[in-house]
């Protein structure tokens, strides 16, 4: 069989609604590696968020910050931080706004108050606690994504105000704040061009809004039974639910095992 490369989302995709990884998913995964595929996360977590799955699986690639920090075998070779600059002016606004935000670079995150609810209810569907205070932790590292949490009628106003800015809601009350043009289809871009794949050699699986320019741009796109119908007609292939086995199914379904 030719050598590919396959991306994978990880919450809804590798992760069960859960967060768990379904045991066939890990069996997929294992039989992919030994027939000497090329695996990478492509995710909108940070690195600090992956490294039990990475370890888990034996993945040592990835595409994090939705693309803007990519690894190739634990080597970076690509980032793209939002500048400080702009940090800083839609934090200003986003505090007369009564909106936190939340700062994430590859080591850690902070919140820029102490409390919130909306912050508190969508972190935790990460299975992560509330972040600690830390309003200028922006100020001295390079941050490469931000959480913004606000409804969805409060969205168009960031919108229409930080055009430098992209917004991609992952949740009702929460957005992932990226530098304008960012996506996981740029990382991936960077990755396979240093591998030298071509993107008819390229598998990648999604379920969500942040998953539509990946779905877009490889050869060969798989959308989990999970994913909202428009993420499924912006895939070539549509899987089952990743709790249904929908990871070692699209695998077949494709014709990789």
Not at 177 to 199: D, N, W, Y
Not at 213 to 229: F, I, K, R, T, W
Not at 243 to 254: F, K, N, P, R, T
Request: net charge negative; proline share 5%.
């Amino acid at each position: 069989m030719k050598r590919s490369m396959i991306f994978f989302d990880i919450d809804g995709t590798l992760l069960d609604h859960n967060k768990q990884l379904p045991p066939s998913t890990k069996e997929a995964i294992l039989k992919l590696k030994e027939a000497g595929h090329e695996l990478s996360f492509a995710t909108g977590r940070s690195p600090f968020m992956l490294k039990p799955l990475r370890d888990e699986l034996g993945i040592d690639s990835f595409v994090g910050f939705n693309g803007q920090y990519v690894m190739l075998q634990d080597k970076l070779i690509y980032k793209n931080p939002i500048p400080t600059s702009l940090i800083r002016s839609l934090s200003d606004y986003a505090l007369e706004s009564g909106n936190p935000l939340v700062y994430l670079d590859h080591e850690g995150m902070r919140s820029s108050i102490q409390y919130h609810s909306h912050v508190e209810e969508s972190i935790g569907t990460l299975l992560y606690t509330h972040p600690e205070y830390g309003p200028t932790y922006y100020e001295d590292r390079e941050i490469y994504q931000t959480m913004l949490f606000c409804t969805v009628d409060e969205e168009a106003a960031y919108q229409e105000r930080f055009q430098q800015l992209d917004f991609v809601r992952w949740h009702p009350v929460s957005m992932d704040v990226l530098p304008f043009g960012g996506s996981k289809a740029q990382g991936i871009e960077r990755l396979i061009h240093t591998l030298g794949f071509a993107r008819e050699d390229v598998y990648a699986f999604g379920d969500n809004l942040n998953d539509m320019e990946m779905l877009q741009y490889v050869g060969h796109s798989v959308a989990m039974g999970n994913s909202p119908d428009f993420v499924k007609k912006a895939a070539r292939y549509v899987t089952k639910d990743v709790s249904q086995d929908g990871i070692a199914y699209g695998l077949e379904l494709v014709g990789l095992l």
